[in-house]
């Protein structure tokens, strides 16, 4: 739907249809000729002109469905352009899903620790080391001798008795009992008598005196005469090796020994340190859709506006851009209306028609191309 807007007295509004032509000249079938017979292939130029004929087709067709779903969700469009300008021209055009281009920071390496083993360290210390120890020497001092010079009695003192004069002796004679008296019991009758108990005989006692005999001996008329002698010790110098010292133990404190040695010693354990490692983030760019595809009102050049000098200058433009346009001959043909559409997808502008946005778009002044 077009709408025009003229005169000071207000907004009038009248509705045209345009581009049904072009939209059904886009969509009309080819033409077979009788018999069935189908063409010969087309030609590369004619396959290009049907694929910007069915783009433009699907964009018509997708006007078509927002219409519908705008009618359908209450969201219908102002049959007037708000704001309009008198004099100017509007079209209610589809206006492409709004995407923000964004970065995002995502993680591609989580955060993590390195151990690292901190070997012990070591240094070098001068150190008292016990050799030997304290102990107790035990030393033998042999004995030692002397010689000595001494009177030894070799000969005890001895006493001797010499006779002086013998003994004197005289010889007497003298009764010497052989047999002593004695009484014996006899048979017969006497002074005394008694009877025997086993034999019942009489018997008397009768003594029997005793018998001598006589004997000589010597008597001991003066007795000998000794005199005593005394012999004195003998003695004999004697040279002799005698103990001066004996063995004796001597004991000794030996004190203990000490050496300095070089020791190592550790000074600090072996440790682990534990380096955090940051996380390794990685800038990801995303396109994120912010409004989905709608129909508003966009402002059009009018039909008296859209002069040849015009078309000429969108198609040096387009064709400055790298659209193809199928020529320089100020027509706004299919090949034009195709790169126009192109050109408003790539960036981002209401699409279905030629738009004074993409106009200003392509550096192009709308009153100097009249």
């Given at each position: 739907?077009?709408?025009?807007?003229?005169?000071?007295?207000?907004?009038?509004?009248?509705?045209?249809v345009l581009g049904v032509t072009m939209l059904l000249s886009a969509c009309m079938p080819v033409?077979?000729?009788?018999?069935?017979?189908?063409?010969?292939?087309?030609?590369?130029?004619?396959?290009?002109?049907?694929?910007?004929?069915?783009?433009?087709?699907?964009?018509?067709?997708?006007?078509?469905?927002?219409?519908?779903?705008?009618?359908?969700?209450?969201?219908?469009?102002?049959?007037?352009?708000?704001?309009?300008?008198?004099?100017?021209?509007?079209?209610?055009?589809?206006?492409?899903?709004?995407?923000?281009?964004?970065?995002?920071?995502?993680?591609?390496?989580?955060?993590?620790?390195?151990?690292?083993?901190?070997?012990?360290?070591?240094?070098?210390?001068?150190?008292?080391?016990?050799?030997?120890?304290?102990?107790?020497?035990?030393?033998?001092?042999?004995?030692?001798?002397?010689?000595?010079?001494?009177?030894?009695?070799?000969?005890?003192?001895?006493?001797?008795?010499?006779?002086?004069?013998?003994?004197?002796?005289?010889?007497?004679?003298?009764?010497?009992?052989?047999?002593?008296?004695?009484?014996?019991?006899?048979?017969?009758?006497?002074?005394?008598?008694?009877?025997?108990?086993?034999?019942?005989?009489?018997?008397?006692?009768?003594?029997?005196?005793?018998?001598?005999?006589?004997?000589?001996?010597?008597?001991?008329?003066?007795?000998?005469?000794?005199?005593?002698?005394?012999?004195?010790?003998?003695?004999?110098?004697?040279?002799?090796?005698?103990?001066d010292v004996p063995e004796h133990t001597i004991e000794e404190v030996v004190p203990a020994k000490?050496?300095?040695?070089?020791?190592?010693?550790?000074?600090?354990?072996?440790?682990?340190?534990?380096?955090?490692?940051?996380?390794?983030?990685?800038?990801?760019?995303?396109?994120?859709?912010?409004?989905?595809?709608?129909?508003?009102?966009?402002?059009?050049?009018?039909?008296?506006?859209?002069?040849?000098?015009?078309?000429?200058?969108?198609?040096?433009?387009?064709?400055?851009?790298?659209?193809?346009?199928?020529?320089?001959?100020?027509?706004?043909?299919?090949?034009?209306?195709?790169?126009?559409?192109?050109?408003?997808?790539?960036?981002?502008?209401?699409?279905?028609?030629?738009?004074?946005?993409?106009?200003?778009?392509?550096?192009?002044?709308?009153?100097?191309?009249?």
């Amino acid at each position: 739907m077009v709408v025009g807007v003229e005169g000071k007295r207000g907004l009038k509004t009248r509705l045209s249809v345009l581009g049904v032509t072009m939209l059904l000249s886009a969509c009309m079938p080819v033409a077979v000729p009788m018999g069935g017979q189908v063409p010969p292939e087309y030609s590369p130029e004619e396959g290009r002109i049907s694929s910007l004929e069915s783009a433009l087709a699907d964009a018509m067709i997708e006007i078509e469905k927002m219409k519908a779903r705008t009618v359908s969700s209450g969201d219908e469009l102002p049959a007037i352009p708000p704001n309009a300008e008198t004099g100017r021209c509007y079209a209610r055009m589809l206006l492409p899903p709004a995407y923000v281009s964004r970065v995002e920071q995502r993680v591609v390496k989580e955060a993590s620790e390195r151990l690292e083993t901190v070997p012990a360290t070591y240094a070098m210390f001068n150190e008292q080391v016990l050799v030997s120890e304290e102990h107790v020497r035990l030393t033998v001092v042999p004995a030692t001798y002397k010689w000595l010079e001494e009177h030894t009695e070799v000969l005890p003192a001895r006493s001797e008795q010499v006779l002086v004069k013998a003994a004197e002796y005289k010889t007497v004679m003298e009764d010497v009992i052989v047999s002593p008296e004695e009484l014996v019991w006899q048979q017969g009758r006497g002074e005394l008598e008694k009877i025997d108990e086993e034999t019942g005989e009489i018997v008397h006692q009768r003594r029997i005196p005793a018998t001598y005999k006589k004997i000589s001996k010597q008597v001991l008329v003066a007795p000998a005469q000794y005199r005593k002698e005394v012999t004195p010790p003998v003695y004999e110098t004697l040279r002799k090796r005698v103990v001066d010292v004996p063995e004796h133990t001597i004991e000794e404190v030996v004190p203990a020994k000490y050496k300095t040695v070089a020791v190592q010693r550790e000074i600090a354990p072996e440790k682990v340190v534990r380096h955090p490692i940051a996380p390794i983030y990685k800038s990801f760019s995303y396109r994120e859709k912010v409004a989905d595809a709608r129909l508003d009102w966009r402002m059009i050049p009018c039909e008296r506006e859209v002069s040849k000098d015009l078309v000429y200058s969108l198609q040096r433009a387009l064709r400055a851009k790298g659209y193809d346009t199928g020529g320089l001959d100020g027509v706004l043909g299919k090949y034009t209306l195709a790169a126009i559409h192109d050109y408003q997808k790539s960036q981002g502008l209401a699409t279905g028609r030629l738009s004074v946005e993409v106009i200003d778009a392509l550096g192009i002044s709308l009153l100097a191309a009249q």
